[in-house]
Protein backbone atom coordinates (compact mmCIF):
# COMPACT_ATOMS: atom_id res chain seq x y z
CA UNK A 1 0.00 0.00 0.00
CA UNK A 2 1.06 3.62 -0.50
CA UNK A 3 1.84 6.17 1.72
CA UNK A 4 4.46 7.89 4.27
CA UNK A 5 6.35 6.89 6.57
CA UNK A 6 8.10 9.22 9.42
CA UNK A 7 10.83 7.67 10.85
CA UNK A 8 11.68 7.65 14.11
CA UNK A 9 8.93 8.00 16.01
CA UNK A 10 10.29 9.00 19.00
CA UNK A 11 13.84 11.03 19.27
CA UNK A 12 15.42 13.06 21.82
CA UNK A 13 18.35 15.95 21.31
CA UNK A 14 20.58 17.60 23.00
CA UNK A 15 21.35 21.03 23.83
CA UNK A 16 23.64 22.32 20.95
CA UNK A 17 22.63 19.12 18.65
CA UNK A 18 21.34 19.12 15.08
CA UNK A 19 18.82 16.00 14.66
CA UNK A 20 17.35 14.86 10.85
CA UNK A 21 13.45 13.29 10.74
CA UNK A 22 12.99 11.12 7.76
CA UNK A 23 10.15 11.19 5.63
CA UNK A 24 9.22 8.64 2.68
CA UNK A 25 6.68 8.78 0.56
CA UNK A 26 5.80 5.77 -2.43
CA UNK A 27 2.82 7.72 -3.48
CA UNK A 28 4.47 9.23 -6.15
CA UNK A 29 3.45 12.86 -5.41
CA UNK A 30 5.03 15.87 -6.27
CA UNK A 31 4.74 17.70 -3.62
CA UNK A 32 6.15 17.48 -0.06
CA UNK A 33 5.50 19.29 3.48
CA UNK A 34 7.18 19.39 7.00
CA UNK A 35 4.47 20.61 9.84
CA UNK A 36 5.42 21.24 13.13
CA UNK A 37 1.97 21.08 16.11
CA UNK A 38 1.99 21.74 19.69
CA UNK A 39 -1.31 21.63 21.41
CA UNK A 40 -3.85 24.11 21.20
CA UNK A 41 -1.83 25.73 18.16
CA UNK A 42 -3.19 23.68 14.79
CA UNK A 43 -0.49 22.42 12.18
CA UNK A 44 1.70 24.78 11.30
CA UNK A 45 3.80 24.72 7.87
CA UNK A 46 7.68 24.88 8.44
CA UNK A 47 9.00 24.46 4.82
CA UNK A 48 6.97 23.13 1.37
CA UNK A 49 8.38 21.55 -1.45
CA UNK A 50 6.42 21.50 -5.10
CA UNK A 51 9.62 19.42 -7.17
CA UNK A 52 12.68 18.12 -6.28
CA UNK A 53 16.10 20.62 -5.70
CA UNK A 54 13.49 23.18 -5.05
CA UNK A 55 11.90 24.29 -1.46
CA UNK A 56 10.11 27.41 0.46
CA UNK A 57 10.32 28.09 3.66
CA UNK A 58 6.41 28.25 5.28
CA UNK A 59 5.59 30.31 8.25
CA UNK A 60 7.93 29.32 11.32
CA UNK A 61 10.96 28.11 8.90
CA UNK A 62 13.97 29.22 11.53
CA UNK A 63 15.89 27.18 13.07
CA UNK A 64 15.02 24.25 10.63
CA UNK A 65 16.40 23.29 7.07
CA UNK A 66 15.17 20.53 4.58
CA UNK A 67 16.72 19.21 1.07
CA UNK A 68 14.61 17.53 -2.12
CA UNK A 69 17.47 15.80 -3.67
CA UNK A 70 14.81 12.69 -4.76
CA UNK A 71 11.03 13.27 -5.47
CA UNK A 72 10.20 10.37 -2.47
CA UNK A 73 12.15 11.89 0.03
CA UNK A 74 12.03 15.20 2.22
CA UNK A 75 13.61 15.31 5.08
CA UNK A 76 14.08 18.13 7.94
CA UNK A 77 17.15 18.87 10.13
CA UNK A 78 16.26 20.88 13.28
CA UNK A 79 19.31 22.51 13.64
CA UNK A 80 20.45 23.99 17.81
CA UNK A 81 19.09 27.40 16.56
CA UNK A 82 15.76 26.53 17.16
CA UNK A 83 15.72 26.96 20.67
CA UNK A 84 12.12 25.16 21.57
CA UNK A 85 12.14 22.22 19.22
CA UNK A 86 10.11 19.73 21.36
CA UNK A 87 7.19 19.65 19.17
CA UNK A 88 5.46 16.78 17.18
CA UNK A 89 6.38 17.08 13.57
CA UNK A 90 4.24 15.77 10.37
CA UNK A 91 4.97 14.89 7.28
CA UNK A 92 2.26 15.49 4.10
CA UNK A 93 2.30 14.95 0.68
CA UNK A 94 0.06 16.47 -1.91
CA UNK A 95 -0.42 15.71 -5.71
CA UNK A 96 0.62 19.31 -7.36
CA UNK A 97 -2.08 21.63 -8.98
CA UNK A 98 -5.89 22.74 -8.89
CA UNK A 99 -8.21 20.41 -7.12
CA UNK A 100 -10.04 19.02 -4.42
CA UNK A 101 -6.69 16.82 -4.23
CA UNK A 102 -5.98 16.34 -0.33
CA UNK A 103 -2.75 16.14 1.47
CA UNK A 104 -1.88 12.68 3.04
CA UNK A 105 0.01 12.51 6.01
CA UNK A 106 2.19 10.89 7.77
CA UNK A 107 2.21 9.09 11.75
CA UNK A 108 4.03 12.14 12.80
CA UNK A 109 7.50 12.54 14.65
CA UNK A 110 8.02 13.27 18.43
CA UNK A 111 11.18 15.15 19.25
CA UNK A 112 11.89 15.93 23.03
CA UNK A 113 14.47 17.60 24.56
CA UNK A 114 17.12 16.08 27.10
CA UNK B 1 -5.27 34.92 1.89
CA UNK B 2 -7.05 31.90 2.60
CA UNK B 3 -8.05 31.01 6.34
CA UNK B 4 -9.78 28.72 8.52
CA UNK B 5 -11.63 28.93 11.56
CA UNK B 6 -12.70 26.40 13.93
CA UNK B 7 -15.30 27.63 16.52
CA UNK B 8 -14.80 25.85 20.14
CA UNK B 9 -11.50 23.75 20.77
CA UNK B 10 -13.50 21.52 23.12
CA UNK B 11 -16.64 19.53 22.15
CA UNK B 12 -18.19 16.96 24.61
CA UNK B 13 -21.35 14.87 23.33
CA UNK B 14 -23.26 12.39 24.94
CA UNK B 15 -22.34 8.73 23.42
CA UNK B 16 -25.83 8.29 20.89
CA UNK B 17 -26.11 12.49 20.55
CA UNK B 18 -25.54 14.37 17.51
CA UNK B 19 -21.80 15.64 16.88
CA UNK B 20 -21.66 18.66 14.99
CA UNK B 21 -18.21 20.50 14.76
CA UNK B 22 -18.29 24.17 13.48
CA UNK B 23 -15.89 25.22 10.39
CA UNK B 24 -15.60 28.57 8.59
CA UNK B 25 -13.35 29.51 6.01
CA UNK B 26 -12.55 32.30 3.68
CA UNK B 27 -11.95 32.17 0.32
CA UNK B 28 -12.30 34.78 -2.60
CA UNK B 29 -12.38 31.40 -5.15
CA UNK B 30 -14.68 28.45 -5.02
CA UNK B 31 -12.82 26.41 -1.78
CA UNK B 32 -11.58 22.88 -1.38
CA UNK B 33 -12.39 21.93 2.07
CA UNK B 34 -11.30 19.30 3.90
CA UNK B 35 -12.10 17.03 7.13
CA UNK B 36 -9.20 15.22 9.01
CA UNK B 37 -9.29 13.27 12.16
CA UNK B 38 -6.50 12.49 14.54
CA UNK B 39 -6.14 10.01 17.05
CA UNK B 40 -3.03 10.15 19.62
CA UNK B 41 0.34 10.32 18.52
CA UNK B 42 -0.81 10.22 15.25
CA UNK B 43 -1.23 11.46 11.78
CA UNK B 44 -4.10 12.94 9.89
CA UNK B 45 -6.81 10.75 8.62
CA UNK B 46 -8.83 12.53 5.88
CA UNK B 47 -12.83 11.75 6.42
CA UNK B 48 -14.18 13.99 3.41
CA UNK B 49 -13.62 16.45 0.99
CA UNK B 50 -16.04 19.52 -0.56
CA UNK B 51 -17.16 18.29 -4.04
CA UNK B 52 -17.47 21.32 -6.03
CA UNK B 53 -21.62 21.27 -6.87
CA UNK B 54 -22.65 19.25 -4.05
CA UNK B 55 -24.18 20.55 -0.61
CA UNK B 56 -23.93 17.30 1.26
CA UNK B 57 -20.57 15.11 1.33
CA UNK B 58 -20.33 12.25 3.32
CA UNK B 59 -17.28 10.64 4.22
CA UNK B 60 -15.91 8.40 6.10
CA UNK B 61 -16.92 6.63 9.78
CA UNK B 62 -20.71 8.23 9.21
CA UNK B 63 -19.31 11.78 8.98
CA UNK B 64 -21.24 14.22 6.79
CA UNK B 65 -20.34 17.84 6.11
CA UNK B 66 -22.37 20.68 4.60
CA UNK B 67 -20.95 23.16 2.46
CA UNK B 68 -23.14 26.57 2.69
CA UNK B 69 -21.71 28.89 0.69
CA UNK B 70 -23.92 32.12 1.97
CA UNK B 71 -22.51 31.59 5.22
CA UNK B 72 -18.84 30.54 4.56
CA UNK B 73 -18.87 26.97 6.41
CA UNK B 74 -18.22 23.86 5.86
CA UNK B 75 -19.61 22.40 9.45
CA UNK B 76 -18.96 18.69 10.26
CA UNK B 77 -21.71 16.58 11.63
CA UNK B 78 -22.71 12.75 12.68
CA UNK B 79 -26.11 11.51 13.65
CA UNK B 80 -24.63 9.83 16.82
CA UNK B 81 -21.42 9.56 18.49
CA UNK B 82 -19.95 6.52 19.24
CA UNK B 83 -16.58 6.33 21.76
CA UNK B 84 -14.15 5.67 19.10
CA UNK B 85 -15.39 9.13 17.46
CA UNK B 86 -12.87 10.52 20.52
CA UNK B 87 -10.06 12.49 18.61
CA UNK B 88 -9.28 15.63 17.40
CA UNK B 89 -10.47 17.19 14.35
CA UNK B 90 -9.16 19.36 11.72
CA UNK B 91 -10.87 21.49 9.01
CA UNK B 92 -8.33 22.58 5.97
CA UNK B 93 -8.85 24.53 2.80
CA UNK B 94 -6.40 24.06 -0.45
CA UNK B 95 -4.94 27.19 -1.29
CA UNK B 96 -3.67 27.73 -5.06
CA UNK B 97 0.40 27.40 -4.83
CA UNK B 98 -0.24 24.05 -3.32
CA UNK B 99 -0.46 25.29 0.12
CA UNK B 100 -3.04 23.90 2.41
CA UNK B 101 -4.56 26.08 5.44
CA UNK B 102 -5.59 24.24 8.82
CA UNK B 103 -8.20 25.36 11.61
CA UNK B 104 -6.65 25.00 14.86
CA UNK B 105 -8.61 21.71 15.53
CA UNK B 106 -11.46 20.59 17.64
CA UNK B 107 -10.84 17.96 20.22
CA UNK B 108 -14.25 15.93 20.82
CA UNK B 109 -15.04 14.05 23.81
CA UNK B 110 -17.34 11.73 23.62
CA UNK B 111 -19.26 10.78 27.79
CA UNK B 112 -20.58 7.06 28.17
Known sequence: DGGITQSPKY?????????????????????????????????????????????????????YS??????ESFPLTVTSAQKNPTAFYLCASSIVGTGNQPQHFGDGTRLSIL | AQSVTQLG???SVSEGALVLLRCNYSSSVPP???????????GLQLLLKYTTGATLVKGINGF???FKKSETSFHLTKPSAHMSDAAEYFCAVRATGNQFYFGTGTSLTVIP
Not at chain 1, 66 to 71: A, G, I, L, T
Not at chain 2, 32 to 42: G, I, S
Request: aromatic residues 16%; charged residues 25%; glycine residues 6%.
Open chain 2, 32 to 42: YLFWYVQYPNQ
Open chain 1, 11 to 63: LFRKEGQNVTLSCEQNLNHDAMYWYRQDPGQGLRLIYYSQIVNDFQKGDIAEG
Open chain 2, 9 to 11: SHV
Open chain 2, 64 to 66: EAE
Open chain 1, 66 to 71: VSREKK
